[in-house]
Each structure stands twice: as structure tokens, then as C-alpha cells.
């Protein structure tokens, strides 16, 4: 069973800093794209960011230049550095992953929450 679990999330204040982490285990024979979106209340969920597994980043215009997606060395780790947070970043951050266990699908993270205070 594959499993992706989310850390990192918390309260700050506005212009600081959060890192989340999200790892996938389980049954897995290779990982493509990993990524992250967001759900704020009442909204639709939305992309944040994705990398693909050769380290091609996309981001979401509202965090140009303040978010940064990573994978680490494992490849089975995706990391979403957030500095200069506002309270409209505010909202459920979602991990997922096309992971290949046997076939490929998309997999989702539980979610973590994020809160921006100004």
C-alpha cells in the first residue's frame, strides 16, 4: 500500500517562514512527477508547485519568487520552502505523486494546514 504523509504545517505570522515535507512509502518501483496544492475554505483546491523527477519546477504565479519545491536525494521526498508567507497563502496543503506500483496513479497526502496571521 502506498502511502504519502505530510509534515511541516503550523501558524505564523505574516512574512515568516514554513518548510513541509512530504514522503512516500510503501510498495514503490519508480515516482514521476511530485507535487503540492492548497485548499483555502471555500475555494477550489489549486496547484502550488510541481517538480517532475528530472528536477523541472512549475509554481503557481501567486508564489513566484517565495516558494521553492525540492525532491530530496531519495527522490521519494518533495519539500515545499515557504518564506515571505501571507495570510491569503492561509489554507490545507496537499501532497501528491505519480507513483508506479505496478501501475500508475496519482496518490494524495492527507493534507497539513497552514495559517498565516497578519
Known amino acids: 500500500q502506498v502511502q504519502l504523509v505530510e509534515s511541516g504545517g503550523g501558524l505564523v505570522q505574516a512574512g515568516g517562514s514554513l518548510r513541509l515535507s512530504c514522503a512516500a512509502s510503501?510498495?514503490?518501483?519508480?515516482?514521476?512527477?511530485m507535487g503540492w496544492y492548497r485548499q483555502a475554505p471555500g475555494k477550489q483546491r489549486e496547484l502550488v508547485a510541481d517538480?517532475?523527477?528530472?528536477?523541472?519546477?512549475n509554481y503557481a504565479d501567486s508564489v513566484k519568487g517565495r516558494f521553492t519545491i525540492s525532491r530530496g536525494n531519495a527522490k521519494n521526498t518533495v519539500y515545499l520552502q515557504m518564506n515571505s508567507l501571507k495570510p491569503e497563502d492561509t489554507a490545507v496543503y496537499y501532497c501528491?505523486?505519480?507513483?508506479?506500483?505496478?501501475?500508475?496513479?496519482?496518490?494524495w497526502g492527507q493534507g497539513t494546514q497552514v495559517t498565516v496571521s497578519s
Open positions: 510503501g510498495s514503490i518501483f519508480s515516482i514521476n512527477a
Open positions: 501528491n505523486a505519480d507513483i508506479n506500483s505496478g501501475y500508475t496513479r496519482r496518490y
Open positions: 517538480i517532475t523527477s528530472g528536477g523541472n519546477t
